[in-house]
């Protein structure tokens, strides 16, 4: 079945540090991936998608590239700021007919001034 | 425009309770889903509805998990006589219409908890 391993966390950073969160993913077909966002106290967002191969997610100076020869969707960040302080989330949806999301675990990301 | 919403946000509930959780997707959207996620963990699927029908309820626990859309809106997932296993945040997510690239809009979640 799908499957989808990310870092662990915590991920403590500086403020304007850069930013790698690892993802990699198990899929049959061909998924499209997301990178989703929970910022304290708030809901699920959808921060940035990819749906083919190649293809490169960007959003708020985050992105994120589907690397079929290696099955990732490493999320990247120049820059972060205090405010990008969240837990992130690498999904993917299912290839077929509705979109049947696989989550990883999250990676919690803190950034201090 | 108003997204998804979920009620009640917070639920405390004795062990052998019975509880009701209920989603309001955003208006007009055909897909709706219902997720668990336990505490330290990434959402699992549960449940899936295209409009009233239920598509999908490979990832419903048990048989005391059901869910339903009647009217093909507004959603209640309930738990019959609840266990401690089952605390957990329960989210519920909709899109416009169904496909593998259409967007999932997630609520806040109820968060329940089973003493």
């Known amino acids: 079945g799908n499957s989808v391993t990310q870092m662990e966390g915590p991920v403590t950073l500086s403020e304007e540090a850069f930013l790698t969160i690892n993802c990699t993913y198990t899929?049959?077909?061909?998924?499209?991936l997301f990178w989703y966002v929970q910022y304290p106290g708030e809901g699920l967002q959808l921060l940035l998608k990819?749906?083919?191969?190649?293809d490169k997610g960007s959003n708020k100076g985050f992105e994120a590239t589907y690397r079929k020869e290696t099955t990732s969707f490493h999320l990247e960040k120049g820059s972060v700021q205090v405010s990008d302080s969240a837990v992130y989330f690498c999904a993917l949806g299912s290839s077929g007919g509705y979109q049947k999301v696989t989550f990883g675990t999250g990676t919690k990301l803190q950034v201090i001034p | 425009g108003a997204g998804v919403s979920q009620s009640p946000r917070y639920k405390v509930a004795k062990r052998g309770q019975d509880v009701a959780l209920r989603c309001d997707p955003i208006s007009g959207h055909v897909s709706l889903f219902w997720y668990q996620q336990a505490l330290g963990q990434g959402p699992e699927f549960l449940t899936y509805f295209q409009n009233e029908a239920q598509l999908d309820k490979s990832g419903l626990p048990s048989d005391r998990f059901f869910a339903e859309r009647p009217e093909g809106s507004v959603s209640t997932l309930k738990i019959q006589r609840t266990q401690q296993e089952d605390s957990a945040v329960y989210l519920c997510?909709?899109?416009?219409?169904?496909?593998?690239?259409?967007?999932?809009?997630f609520g806040p979640g109820t968060r329940l908890t089973v003493l």
């Open positions: 899929a049959t077909g061909y998924p499209s």
């Open positions: 997510a909709s899109s416009l219409v169904e496909g593998v690239h259409n967007e999932q809009f």
């Open positions: 990819a749906t083919k191969a190649d």
